[in-house]
């Protein structure tokens, strides 16, 4: 499949009204068609074994960037170390950044460390954002704490999307690791909007028993609404 045969797929399924939904969801500089995700998930597995040909496509839209990065979640850890650095540089907005969760990193969590600093030093909200999304899916239990609480140590949290995925993170140790959260918490570490957004996320889940969430209630720093 080419490029322009690609793009008429995508136009096929686009819905002018989703697509107006989505650009005010989605902050990205792409254009955006309107197709849904699981759409273009089935359409990705046409280009399972296409990878190399398929990462050569500009990325205008958004949709195309989501398929490259789905059929590269799809591949076996020596092709994604391959292109994890050019996935991670084509993400310029939330969505794109979360939905990519490649399936090879669950064996492969030790050996993927090192790769993750990289992407860390590289800087870039997103670069960031990336590396705390793949510590709250792959990392968030107890054998990892050290290495969570210094990317929290060092996070730039002043940037609206650092800060929302730290504090996602961290109401995932909240609830996995419930006494391991509350010392990320009590040790002043966060800016208090970060704090704060932990702490009103992990309050929100159904798997936090309710004195639990009474006590988080009380760690919070700006007590306004609560």
């Not at 993927?112 to 992407?119: G, S, T």
Request: aromatic share 14%.
């Amino acid at each position: 499949m080419t490029y322009a045969e690609l793009k008429e797929k995508l136009l096929a399924y686009s819905e002018p009204e989703f697509a107006d939904f989505q650009r005010r969801l989605i902050p990205t500089k792409q254009k955006i068609l309107g197709v849904r995700t699981p759409v273009m998930r089935q359409i990705a597995k046409a280009y399972d074994g296409e990878i190399d040909e398929l990462f050569s496509y500009p990325d205008d839209y958004y949709e195309i960037t989501f398929i490259k990065l789905t059929v590269l979640s799809l591949q076996p850890y020596s092709v994604f170390l391959r292109y994890v650095d050019k996935a991670v540089s084509l993400m310029d907005n939330w969505s794109t950044c979360d939905c990519f969760r490649p399936k090879c990193l669950r064996k492969n969590k030790n050996e993927f460390l090192d790769k993750l600093k990289e992407i860390f030093l590289q800087g870039g909200e997103f670069s960031e954002r990336y590396v705390f999304v793949c510590l709250l899916v792959y990392y968030a239990e107890e054998k990892y704490f050290s290495i969570i609480k210094d990317y929290m140590q060092r996070a730039h949290t002043q940037k609206y999307y650092v800060s929302t995925a730290v504090a996602w993170l961290l109401a995932e140790l909240l609830i996995k690791a419930y006494p391991l959260g509350v010392e990320l918490l009590e040790s002043g570490m966060l800016d208090t909007k970060t704090h704060d957004r932990a702490i009103q996320k992990a309050r929100e889940s159904f798997r936090l028993s309710k004195e639990r969430k009474e006590y988080l209630k009380r760690l919070k720093i700006n007590k306004k609404g609560t």
